[in-house]
């Protein structure tokens, strides 16, 4: 121990290897205390061990699809674009070769950057927590499919027929619905098995069982691996507690993990150009969006502003009427300012982001510590409901920009399909 | 008749879709085969080759309705449950000789997870139902009544209670009294099978005790995880934290713009939504009739403040541009912007671990689930008409000459972007006069 220790800096040279240790044992897979360590100096055997801490962290998938879908130097460069995206301030983590060859103690920092930021640990272990419940379904397989993790896999061919296309949304279309069946199917299924085993839970809150303890009970054979699952679970958040005490030693100890770093070398470094059309596209779109919203506003409010003085002007300014005007005033302000809280307010990551777990209760009872349903339907319904006036206005606009470029042929009739 | 580059983007796109889409059918079905498995008997697990085919498990009741086990049956099996875990009570108890024989007639009852055990026989009706039924005999076959060996009854039923994942059968030992004589009686009259299914004996089921354990401290743990984030890091730890992520930011040379990259997206998400729900409430608004002064007046100072809301928002888009231009180069991904997944220091989760969601019935979370699905799917629509949009109306627009087929172009543009390939319209062209 004395040699371990004497290569730890700083004061609290006996609590260190104890705050490390913690924080490995509450990481899921995490690295040993020594790549830790060996981070500090850099040492180039740490790098592998701490781009699979950073990847696993900052992935949205579960452990098992995130792996199996790069490999490492797909992974490491992932690692490297989130992170830039989240603006981490060093250049010299984009430098680093995605081989895992070296940059231990850049790793380590950057680590530990996202550490400071937020609540790291416990988003971490929140995300990779055991799913006992039943969950309706997330979108995890959205963040599978997309670009950004699985390989742009096109084939080089020729040109596209429109018509080709045509097809690939009827079947897209016929797929959302056959999905939609299957789910009610789903919840069904569900509500039986949650009906049937009521009373078999020994927590007073869940009150029954769910379709994995079910099926354990169904198929013991998987229950053991069910069981330790649970119990390195336990482990991570007895040591993420534990690791609230020894936090500031480790905070320390970065302190001079940054300052054994050689000063940044002012090179301008190379990398992949931005495209600029895509968020910059999106930008002009909502631009447009909201300068349209305005000049419709403007109109109306011109228009119904000099309405009212020429038939409001000869009501006089009775005291009445002034304390109803401040009233109404008053009432509108608060309206509104509800109005802007409800898009402000949602910004964290929805509901189903987090890990839940489903619980039938009888109708009128008020469940002691769970999200009633009909709060979440509240939400989606208003989600749905800004989702279907954005994609109407984009379709209007296309309609419009459409209808200018026919109105330029002449002798062109369109007849809109029924039911427009 | 599209480019090659517009045109591999859009397949690429709707391939992406499609693959999204087939993932989560697959782990639908997947959860589905699980539920549906679990509704059906249990049977035990070595004779996986009884298993009927899996369409035919939607329903609650058995595949073959022609076979269903009467309700008396079903009363007769749990009757004959409770008394053999009354056995096994009193055989683990006092008196062990006056049970024996009871224990040697009542072999036949295991429950269903002790595998290699199946059916068993069933003892006559009982008089606390009241009544004696002719039992049908389950026809399908699937149920093979095989008695197992009257040797090792003490074993079959030791094995079943020692093994930690069996189930367990809770006792219910003080009704059983007054039939616990009648059902002893050893019948060798045929056998209808004993099948454990959820709908009847679910609420029988507990959970091993080991497992029951590490649940309880797992919740407990998550509890205590949830409660000291409240009172949070010390004061000293947060500090060390800020002075941390300062120097970071000093240690580089190059100053980064106000929002990184995640948090452009962000806002621009929030203004996409206030967008929306101000657009909204202006069509209320200019849709209601006024009735009275006051309400004519109310809807022209909403109108008002909306037109506000409109500018601070347009203003704030400035800003997001200015800090998109100047942001530093870097890596970046093709395709869909990355969503934000990690909590930065603004946004505060409130709860971490399994929040609870309750229900009350099928309905509702049906429609929680249906909406959910809906709200994805609409979140696809909208990401792919804008794709659409930018792939389609510069070819439509720069595409000369304007004959037939810059019609056809037209036409299937038209039903893409406007009707979501939906509908088609119609265009007819005039000859011109001569």
Redo the contacts between chains.
Sequence with gaps: MEGAAAAWTGAEARTLPEAIAILSRSLPDGPSPEIFRRAKFNRPEAAPALWRLLFRV?S?LREDCAAALLGPGDQA?WV???L????Y???AL?QLPEDGSQGSRELL?AF?????????L??V??QT?????DQ??T?E????????L?A?Q?????????????W??????F??R???C????????????HT????????Q??GH?S?T?????????G??K??QA??Q??AR??A??EW?RY??VF??W??TV?GA?PP?C?AVPT?????P???????E???R???A??E???E??LS??QA?ET??GG?GCGPEWHA??QA??Q???Q??LA??R???Q????S??????????????TA?S??????E??RA??S?????????C???G???Q??AR??G??P?????????? | MLRGDSGRRLVAELQGALDACAERQRQLERSLRVSRRLLQAWEPAGTSALEPPPGSGTKEEDPSPACTPSPQDFKELELLTQALEKAVQVRKGVSKTGKKTRMSSLQSGTVAASPGTTASALPQASSQAGHCSSRTRPTKGIHQTVVPAKDHPEHRLLSVRDRPHAVHIRARGTRLEPSHGEQMTPSASPHAAETFTLKEKGTLLQLPLAFRKAASRNSCLWTQLNSTQTSDATDATSAAKTRFLQKMQMASSTSSSRFSAVEVEMEVQCLQKACALLRLRMEEELSAAPVDWMQEYRCLLTLEGLQAMVEQCLHKLQELRAAQTEQLPGPCLIGRPLRASLPCGSRVCTSWGPQLLLYSSTQELQTLATLRLRVAMLEQQVHLEKVLMAELLPMVSTQEPRGPAWLALCRAAHSLLCEGGERFLTILQEDPAD
Excluded at chain 1, 129 to 133: K, Q
Excluded at chain 1, 196 to 203: A, S, V
Aim: hydrophobic fraction near 45%; aromatic fraction near 6%; proline fraction near 6%.
């Design positions: 900052l949205p460069h490297k674009v989130v830039h995206s989240y603006g301030p060093r250049p984009a920092l530990s950057w996202l550490m400071a930021r937020g609540p790291l416990e988003w272990l929140s927590c055991m799913r006992l419940g309706v379904p979108c397989c959205e963040a599978l499919a997309s670009p950004g699985a742009l096109v084939d080089a061919g020729g040109s596209v027929d429109l018509r080709f296309l045509q690939l949304m009827g079947k897209l279309r797929r959302w056959s999905l939609i299957s789910q009610q199917e789903q919840c069904a299924l569900l509500s039986k098995i049937y085993t009521r009373g078999c839970h020994r927590d809150n869940l069982l379709v303890e079910t099926k354990m009970l169904r198929d013991p054979e229950s053991q069910l069981l649970l119990e679970e336990n958040l007895e993420a507690l609230r936090e500031l905070w320390k970065m302190d940054l770093c940044e002012h990398f992949l150009p931005r495209i059309e895509r968020g910059n596209g999106e930008l779109l909502l631009a969006e909201l300068q919203l305005q419709e506003l403007r109306q409010v119904r502003r009212w038939q409001v009501l109803a005007r109404l005033e009432a509108v302000e309206e509104l109005l802007r409800s898009w402000e949602d910004r964290g990551p509901l189903f982001e987090g890990p839940h777990r489903l619980a039938k209760i009888k109708a009128g469940g510590q769970g999200l009633p349903v009909a979440v339907i989606l319904r989600q749905e409901a800004i989702l279907e006036v954005m994609l206005w984009l379709q606009q296309c309609r920009e459409l470029l026919a330029a042929v002798q062109l009739i369109w007849i809109l399909p029924p039911g427009c």
